[in-house]
């Protein structure tokens, strides 16, 4: 889809908000709470945000981008790039992150940009009169986006732990003391979700959700084994040094991806044959030991050919 941004807004310290609207005549299709867009920057280069707006406020989307100093180059171009009138090329809204509405209680963990993802659940929730808390940690007030839309309500807690004196969030007691049938979820830092994965790991299968907004996966480039693509009809070789998708693209074949690094979906593919090396933060654990799919920008193969349907 084409959206035209009207609005570049500072959030934080190194943090932006963007209004993104349709074409004249054109409306963006609904979204749930926790559903992302991917946003072309250039060719080959894509990155997934999170929408940050009340989803029963129609008409627009809003994403905030961290500019990470260390970062790949997507929040790099956005801040130093995007300029308000400018129209740019997004996915239909995507949904990795869902939030379960029956929840007898939510429990919403948000590290630093993190907190995106948690807004329009908190809209949702207050919609439907349900019984929720928020535990927000950012290094400083300076660098903590949104505060203004959740400090009204009582059951929340923010937090910043790089201050003197600051204070880290107890995700343990935070986890301990949920209900049973509560839901939670977290956004934030790969540390702060591996501590809330282990944390919560007794809990009901589904109860405990975790969304990366980046992760340090460990891409495969080995290389060493070939890649039967029986749409394209294409045997391709993956050379030491490229990943899977390098080896695909630079073979012509057609297939989407957005964060590069396991965590967005977009690039998933399904395997007929073969076992992957399965690197990605976005299947389950039971999916990846189906190897029914592969997510093509990281993974790589354990077998000496992987027949792929693209
Ligand atoms: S491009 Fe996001 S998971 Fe592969």
Request: net charge negative; charged share 25%.
């Amino acid at each position: 889809m084409r959206a035209i941004l009207r609005n570049i807004r500072w959030e934080a310290e190194g943090i932006n908000s963007y209004l993104l609207y349709p074409m004249p005549g054109e409306v963006f299709p609904p979204f749930e709470p926790g559903a992302h867009v991917d946003v072309q920057l250039s060719p080959g280069l894509a990155r997934s945000y999170s929408l940050v707006n009340d989803p029963a406020i129609r008409g627009y989307y809003e994403i905030a981008v961290h500019h990470a100093i260390d970062g790949r180059g997507g929040s790099k171009h956005i801040h130093e790039q995007w300029r308000v009138g400018q129209v740019l090329e997004i996915s239909a809204p995507k949904n990795n992150f869902p939030m379960d509405e029956s929840a007898g209680h939510t429990v919403l963990v948000a590290g630093g940009i993190g907190i995106t993802p948690m807004l329009p659940m908190i809209a949702r929730l207050e919609k439907l009169k349900k019984s929720w808390e928020l535990h927000y940690v950012a290094a400083t007030p300076d660098r903590a986006a949104y505060v203004d839309r959740v400090e009204e309500y009582p059951q929340v807690e923010i937090a910043y732990d790089g201050v003197p004196g600051g204070q880290r969030l107890d995700l343990k007691a935070i986890c301990g003391r949920a209900p049973a049938d509560a839901h939670l979820y977290c956004c934030g830092p790969t540390g702060m979700l591996e501590a809330f994965v282990a944390i919560n790991a007794d809990r009901p299968k589904g109860h405990a959700h975790i969304e990366y907004f980046s992760a340090e996966t460990e891409l495969a480039t080995e290389g060493g084994y070939a890649l039967d693509c029986v749409r394209s009809k294409k045997r391709i070789v993956v050379e030491e040094g490229e990943t899977m998708l390098d080896a695909m693209l630079s073979a012509g074949i057609d297939v989407g991806f957005a964060c590069s690094e396991g965590i967005c979906g977009t690039c998933q593919v399904k395997v007929l044959d073969g076992i992957p090396d399965h690197r990605d933060h976005f299947l389950t654990e039971d999916e990846k030991a189906e190897n029914k799919s592969i997510m093509v920008c990281c993974s790589g193969s354990k077998s000496a050919t992987l027949v792929l349907d693209i």
